[in-house]
């Protein structure tokens, strides 16, 4: 049974980059029949969905975080990552990770919490 | 983007009856070609990521209760819960893929009345 577990700082400054890594076991990042995903919570609101990638390289991202969104995959380490840049307080979130089926995120990892403060 | 308006925002319900959860998209997320509306639903708990419950508007994922049942079409969707278990405390959300982006509902708080 796949299982994801995304990892990364707990706490980042504001105007910096936030990372976060997102390590895939029990499959293949390989499959041809999967996205693999970024969702985001703020506390106590609800979910986003930031983006995916391919196996392939091939990828989309939410509009409204384009701009400073990149998601890389590494199907060597059967991972794939995050990186959004120039942080503000608005980006503090639970960023969870997840596999995509026809766009439906049947596979979550348990989150992780960011917080941008100084 | 394709808004989801999810009502109510919370509701209480005695153990054994049922909840209903309804979900509005903003426009109609029904592909004529292959007559699927491209909704599903999760299911989160404290503290827990969420979990797909259900998926073209009515198929249940794998080991879901039958107790969960999605229905509706093209901008207006619903969530039910025939008989409300302890266990389904939980809040509920609704997502379109339909389009890019992907978007959810707000959610829905369920409680025990």
């Known amino acids: 049974q796949v299982q994801l577990q995304e990892s990364g700082p707990g706490l980042v400054k504001p105007s910096q980059t936030l990372s976060l890594t997102c390590t895939v076991s029990?499959?293949?990042?390989?499959?041809?029949?999967?996205?693999w995903t970024w969702i985001r919570q703020p506390p106590g609101k609800g979910l986003e969905w930031i983006g995916y990638i391919y196996y392939t390289g091939s990828d989309y991202y939410n509009p409204s975080l384009k701009s400073r969104l990149i998601i890389s995959i590494d199907t060597s380490k059967n991972q794939f990552s995050l990186r959004l840049s120039s942080v503000t307080a608005a980006d503090t979130a639970v960023y969870y990770c997840a596999r995509s089926r026809a766009r439906c995120l049947d596979t979550w990892g348990q989150g992780t919490l960011v917080t941008v403060s100084s | 983007d394709i808004v989801m308006t999810q009502s109510p925002d919370s509701l209480a319900v005695s153990l054994g009856e049922r909840a209903i959860i309804n979900c509005k998209s903003s426009?109609?997320?029904?592909?004529?070609?292959?007559?699927?509306?491209?909704l599903a639903w999760y299911q989160q708990k404290p503290g827990q990521p969420p979990k797909l419950l259900i998926y073209w508007t009515s198929t249940r994922e794998s080991g879901v209760p039958d107790r969960f049942t999605g229905s509706g079409s093209g901008t207006d969707f619903t969530l039910s819960i025939s008989s409300l278990q302890a266990e389904d405390v939980a809040s509920y959300y609704c997502?379109?893929?339909?389009?890019?982006?992907?978007?959810f509902g707000g959610g829905t708080k369920v409680e025990i009345k």
């Open positions: 029990g499959g293949s990042i390989s499959s041809s029949d999967y996205y």
């Open positions: 997502q379109q893929y339909y389009t890019h982006p992907l978007t």
């Open positions: 426009q109609s997320i029904l592909n004529n070609s292959n007559n699927k509306n491209y």
